[in-house]
């Protein structure tokens, strides 16, 4: 077993993990509330820092509380509308591309279903590794994200 | 429905990570999550890193010095809790930046002493009576702390300055008249002490 490692300087967290970070929340909660999400997900680790003790991993304990917070901001707001073919503003707006209606079916996913396919569709991460930013058992995981996946076929037929 | 097309769309918009990154301090700072407040500002000797902690000032570091280095240095001793902030180091850039204008000949903005130890401790102090302009000596330091044979440890203690030109360590020279040395190389004191106006053979 290796030795904890100091804690780094807060900056240094941000510098190299801040990308990782904007990337899953802007895929787990979509651009416009991505940056509140970012935001909480930094300030709570803040909040947090006195009391770690080992420097190690600080990557996959700042997407735990990524995850967390989409989970939570998903639910705060509420499910978004599914879209559908009709919608009143569909004539005003931009003929809507491909990845606007990606990002309608996503947020039209449950919030666990949500992060579980951002994390293992958008950023690649292992099962197991899955499990534990979300505190869930790995058959947890991956049926979230097959249902997801399937889900999001159905949306985007 | 593809997963690359999941990937393709969250990639992107790095740039507007950075931006968000970058207002972290000061979010942080007016929530009172942040222990210190970092920033750099070029000056006439070269680009300077400052440390401000609620405290007050507690770095001053030059640039040849490893930023990761003296990072690390203030996350063990003082707290990890540091990020880069511009608001909540603008007092201590400010007077420095007057200082270097020959605008200013003594600092308002107040010290934060966590980062000097020992023999140091009593060594910084007495040279913080030291005014603007003037100069004093490694033995009269030594005097005036109560230890007159420990010379040597003053210029030690003035070589470990974690505050220099706001703890002016600059203005302590040899008995004889020469200038010695400087934790920030001799260039920077001869600098320093010509902006005072203490040089004026030179």
Known sequence: ?157 | MNTTDLKRMAAGDDAHARTLAATLGQEAASRGLLDVAVAELDSPIGRLLVAVTPRGLARVAFEEEDRDRVLAQIAKEISPRILESAAATDEARRELEEFFQAERTRFAVKVDRRLIRGIARDVLRATSAIPYGRMSTYGAVARQIGRPTAARAVGRALGSNPIPIVIPCHRVIGASGALTGYAGGLERKIALLELEGSLPGL
């Open chain 1, 1 to 157: 077993m290796r030795a904890s490692e100091p804690i780094p300087p807060f900056q240094d967290l941000l510098d190299r993990h801040h990308t990782a970070v904007y990337r899953f929340c802007r895929a787990a909660v979509g651009p416009s509330e991505a940056d509140d999400v970012f935001q909480e997900t930094f300030l709570a680790a803040l909040r947090a820092y006195p009391r770690l003790r080992d420097g190690q991993h600080l990557d996959r304990w700042l997407l735990r509380i990524a995850s967390r917070k989409a989970i939570d901001h998903h639910r705060a707001r509420g499910r978004r509308p599914i879209p559908s073919d009709g919608l009143p503003d569909r004539a005003v707006r931009q003929p809507e591309s491909p990845d606007d209606a990606l990002w309608s079916a996503i947020a039209a996913l449950p919030p666990r279903q949500r992060v579980a396919v951002v994390h293992r569709h958008v950023l690649d991460r292992p099962y197991r590794e899955i499990a534990e930013l979300m505190d869930a058992t790995e058959e947890t995981v991956r049926a979230n994200v097959y249902q997801g996946i399937k889900k999001l076929r159905e949306l985007i037929a």
